[in-house]
């Protein structure tokens, strides 16, 4: 499928794959680039030329401009190459970590504008499905966005963000504006529906699903109803969320969070799918622009 949020880290019945031994106090760890095979470096560029050859009416502007930032296609880029070229535009940093982490240590990397990528790449076997974010996941879905000055700064604030919902007891409901935004988020933009959730935009099947299918529901962004909203994280989507801007998605969530979550708190869930009466939902892209 896709990145899961990393809220899912020490739960289920598996410990996360990766080397968890050589890593820092913050999770951070070499990226180790020598010891990828010359296999690995061939998956990966068979994993981005998949992605890349439907970007093209489906994915957001942002995202297809800043695709090319991430190098040569055809092997696992250099993390530190890629830092560099990322400091320069938005002040963020790429760090290797050896896979899914604590979640009190992903928020404040990322409120050091420093983005967590896996160091593993997924087997052979995995080529279309995985169920733990990995490094192609990681660098493709993620990576590209952070080039842009305003879904960089969200990520910082959402990092911020992220550290006082511990305090707050309120990660779970956080944890649902990550998953319907940064993963599976989806804008209205002049050509029509487009994605930038990175589980979308690395995921096969999902990126054409998400924004052409008829079957999921599109609703408009609402802070309160996302948080309220349960997600699937074995199947497609069944319920999508519409930004009009990256802007509208940093000014909505600006405000202090703390009387928010308690009026989620107080409000019913939503499943899955589930679309709330009078509710109007945006219609699927037609693939005509
Ligand atoms: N404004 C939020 C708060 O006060 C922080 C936040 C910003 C969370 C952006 C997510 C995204 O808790
Ligand atoms: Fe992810």
Known sequence: NHGVAPVTYGQGDRPPRGDYATAREDYT????????????????RRLYERQASQLDGLACD???????????????????????????RTKWEVVAVPGLIPEEAFFSLLARRKFPV????????????????DVFHDLFGHVPLLFNPVFADYMQAYGAGGMKASRLDACELLARLYWYTVEFGLIHTPKGIRAYGAGILSSAG???????????????????????????????QATYFVIESFQQLFDATAPDFTPIYQAVRQKEEIEAGAVLPGEKLYSADSGTN
Request: proline share 8%; with cysteine; glycine share 4%.
């Open 29 to 44: 760890c070499e990226q180790n680039w020598s010891a990828y095979t010359p296999a690995e470096h061939d998956l990966y």
């Open 206 to 236: 999902e990126l054409r699903y998400s924004v052409r299918s008829p079957e999921p529901s599109r609703v408009g962004f609402d802070l309160q109803r996302m948080m309220r909203s349960r997600y699937k994280i074995d199947t497609y």
């Open 118 to 133: 896996t160091g593993w790449l997924r087997k052979p076997e995995e080529f279309d499905y995985i169920v733990e974010p």
């Open 62 to 88: 942002e995202f297809i401009d800043a695709v090319r930032h991430l190098g040569a296609p055809d092997r696992i880029p250099r993390f530190d190459e890629l830092s560099e070229s990322l400091y320069q």
